[in-house]
């Protein structure tokens, strides 16, 4: 079992920035694909940014590439997604997702832990 619980969501308004927290604990952090993703109100989860267990692979949805860049710190079991240049449209609940496999398994869908989400409110 992994335990998620996100943090760093608030109210910011567009152009600002905001940088969510992962916290893990329970089994080991780093043998996991780690990743972030999203639901705004009346819409399906979405795929934001993933990061494979050692850092060299990244992946973004075409709405975060340039603006959103994922990270982890394994000694720390921590997972981050810093956001610049936030926009109105990134409003959502974000959540923090495990996944055993791989980052194309992540970016589909594939999870096998979740955190309870963290609110992003972007003002116009």
């Known amino acids: 079992q992994v335990q998620l619980v996100e943090s760093g969501g608030g109210l910011v308004q567009a152009g600002g920035s905001l940088r969510l927290s992962c916290a893990a604990s329970?089994?080991?952090?780093?043998?996991?694909?780690m990743g972030w993703f999203r639901q705004a109100p009346g819409k399906e989860r979405e795929f934001v940014a993933g990061?494979?267990?050692?850092?060299?692979?990244?992946n973004y949805a075409d709405s975060a590439k340039g603006r959103f860049t994922i990270s982890r710190d394994n000694a720390k079991n921590t997972m981050y997604l810093q956001m610049n240049s936030l926009k109105a449209e990134d409003t959502a609940v974000y959540y923090c997702?495990?996944?055993?496999?791989?980052?194309?398994?992540?970016?589909?869908?594939?999870?096998?832990?979740w955190g309870r989400g963290t609110q992003v409110t972007v003002s116009s």
């Open positions: 997702a495990a996944g055993g496999s791989t980052i194309a398994s992540m970016t589909a869908g594939m999870v096998d832990y």
């Open positions: 329970g089994r080991t952090f780093s043998l996991y694909v």
């Open positions: 990061v494979s267990r050692s850092s060299s692979t990244t």
